[in-house]
C-alpha cells in the first residue's frame, strides 16, 4: 500500500452556477477555509464565466490575506547586514481594484479607471514576501 506523503495539502472546492429568474447567474463556491465566515461564496455574473471569475477572485483575496497575516511582518522594519546596511528583500505586491463604472463605451469606463488616482486609492493592496530562490520569481516581476 503506498504511504501518504506528509507534504501533499489537498483541498477540495466546490463550484454551483444557476440560471436565475432575472438571467443572472449566481456562482455558489464552497471553499476550504477553517473560518466559517468566509465559507461559502456566493456572486452574480452577467454570464457563467462572469460568476466563477468574481467568485475565484474573492476566493484569491482570501488566501492572499491569510499568507499577508501569517508573515506577521512589521510594515517598516528594515533588515541590516552586520555592518549596518539595509538588506533588500523581494515581494509579490498585488494591487487589486473592482468596480461598476457607468461609460458610453468599454474605452470610456477603462479610460475613467486608469484617470488619477482612484485605482491606488481604493484598491487592496497586499505585499508577502518571497525569497528570491524562489521557482518561476521571475514571472511575478514588472517587466519580465
Known sequence: MPEANPNLISENLSITVTL???GYYLCHLSNPLPDPSQNPINCYGQ?????IAIALEQLAEQYRQ???EQQNIDMLTVAQSPDGEAI?????????FECTIDAESKFEAMHDTIMGNTVVENG?????EVS????????LELGA
Open 124 to 128: 487592496k493592496i497586499t505585499v508577502i
Open 47 to 51: 454570464t457563467q464565466e462572469h460568476a
Open 132 to 139: 528570491k530562490d524562489l521557482p518561476f520569481t521571475d514571472v
Open 20 to 22: 436565475e429568474n432575472k
Open 88 to 96: 533588500s528583500k523581494l515581494y509579490h505586491v498585488t494591487l487589486h
Open 66 to 68: 491569510i499568507a499577508e
